[in-house]
């Protein structure tokens, strides 16, 4: 079993910079990978983010260039630091770690970016 926390949402005016963060608990594996996705109202669930245990990463294009995603094995942290938000960047934000096959989710952090 995995539980994921995140942390590090809030409300930020167009141009600045927030930084988030996930916790995991539970066992996760070097073939494990995790990342973050997003959903604004109204919309699917998207991806934003992943990187590998190794640290291999993969962007949405919207993203490329303003967001990095970085882990830290020793203590199951995955952290995304936004950089130069836009308002179509408001969402909820959810970590997600794929473990053995099996998606696990957080509670999600909301992220307004205003105009």
């Known amino acids: 079993q995995v539980q994921l926390v995140e942390s590090g949402g809030g409300l930020v005016q167009a141009g600045g910079s927030l930084r988030l963060s996930c916790a995991a608990s539970g066992r996760i594996f070097s073939r494990d990978v995790m990342g973050w996705y997003r959903q604004a109202p109204g919309k699917q669930r998207d991806l934003v983010a992943t990187?590998?245990?190794?640290?291999?990463?993969n962007y949405a294009d919207s993203v490329k260039g303003r967001f990095t995603i970085s882990r830290d094995n020793a203590v199951n942290r995955v952290v995304l630091q936004m950089n130069s938000l836009k308002p179509e960047d408001t969402a909820v934000y959810y970590c997600?770690?794929?473990?053995?096959?099996?998606?696990?989710w957080g509670q999600g952090t909301q992220v307004t970016v205003s105009s």
């Open positions: 997600n770690a794929l473990v053995q096959g099996a998606y696990y």
């Open positions: 990187i590998t245990y190794a640290g291999g990463t």
